[in-house]
């Protein structure tokens, strides 16, 4: 396959309906990066050493120093991995998980990683960074430039550091589009990741499932095949894009939708995402988009509280707004 001078090329991204348009691909000393990340809107930042220690973390090296402890890894049917909340899977309601959570040590994950044919299961590590990895996936990660990723903390009031998340996937492996409640600097460390972004306010055109289940925060809308007769505003969703490769960050806003897939006839991925806790809410009118999504959030869990029975909401919502708000 020719690569582009990039690495990739466009056939190893996977068909979409929609047309993006690029995120903005800005050196770390850019000012308009801090502009951008100030208007809660995401950029990919050049040459940042974020990771730069981890840059090494090549199979064989992780495989050498990850150490003995059980990693979680999501195992999947298709190439699709859509994160449910287990603990929102109430018995009867008919939920069948799209993944299996296994706990698998890091060499038998990398054997079958190799030995992975296409049309099986496919893997996917997702692991926290904690004290249970080796000394020297230690010493990397301390190396990681902090002074960066804290300045970016503290220039946008965000709150506190809640995890890094290790990411090791297969190529064509995706994560389906969804939104989290945090700040998140998103470092690519091996391979090439392809991200498709939407603004907090585009929740009209993404579907996201009711906040009591399992798949809160996921659109419900399937990316391969759009059923536009159960979701016609997602014809009119306006997105971003961009393919993140080594040493490269993309901020991801917090509450921005993202759908990221591993580039196909790629190599496996490392990611190290950072979370950061939301800053201070200040408050003006109208509402930002993010705002608004985390009030219908609290109404909805209200409701549920108030109702106890999840049918029973739409109802009362349509009476209280068909016919009198409209
Ligand atoms: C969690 C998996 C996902 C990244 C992401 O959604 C995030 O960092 O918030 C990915 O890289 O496949
Ligand atoms: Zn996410």
Redesign the pocket.
């Known amino acids: 396959m020719a690569m582009d001078n990039k690495g990739w090329n466009a056939s190893q991204l996977r068909n979409c309906d929609l047309q993006f348009d690029e995120i903005p691909r800005l050196h770390h000393n850019d000012p308009k990066v801090d502009e951008l990340m100030s208007e809660n809107k995401p950029v990919v930042v050049l040459g940042s050493n974020l990771a730069k220690s981890a840059e090494k973390w090549d199979l064989d090296y992780l495989e050498r120093h990850m150490g003995e402890s059980d990693f979680t890894v999501f195992q999947s049917k298709s190439h699709k991995f859509k994160y449910y909340d287990d603990k929102k899977v109430t018995s009867g309601d008919g939920f069948v998980p799209p993944t299996k959570k296994l706990d698998m040590k890091l060499p038998e994950f990398i054997k079958r990683l190799r030995a992975w044919k296409k049309g099986e299961d496919r893997l996917y590590l997702?692991q926290g960074l904690n004290n249970t990895v080796g000394p020297a996936i230690v010493h990397d990660f301390l190396n990681f430039d902090w002074n960066f990723c804290t300045g970016k903390q503290s220039k946008h009031n965000w709150g506190s550091l809640t995890s890094n998340?290790m990411?090791i996937?297969m190529e064509g492996n995706v994560?389906p589009c969804?939104y989290?409640e945090q700040e998140?600097l998103?470092a690519q460390v091996h391979g090439f990741?392809r991200c498709i972004l939407f603004p907090p306010d585009q929740f009209e055109c993404l579907y996201p499932h009711p906040v009591h289940h399992p798949h809160d925060r996921q659109s419900m809308v399937d990316f391969d095949r759009p059923d536009y007769n159960k979701f016609p505003k997602f014809r009119q969703a306006k997105g971003f894009e961009t393919v993140v490769g080594p040493g490269e960050v993309l901020y991801?806003p917090m509450y921005w939708w993202?759908h990221?897939e591993s580039l196909m006839q790629g190599s496996y991925t490392v990611?190290v995402?950072f979370w950061y806790k939301g800053g201070p809410v200040s408050v003006s009118y109208p509402l930002k988009g993010h705002q608004k999504v985390a009030v219908m959030r609290n109404v909805e869990k209200m409701l549920l509280d108030v109702l106890q029975d999840p049918k029973e909401i739409p109802v009362l919502l349509r009476a209280m707004v068909l016919g009198r708000y409209t």
Do not use: A, P, R
């Open positions: 997702q998340l990411l996937g994560t969804h989290d998140n998103f990741k991801i993202h990221v990611s995402n």
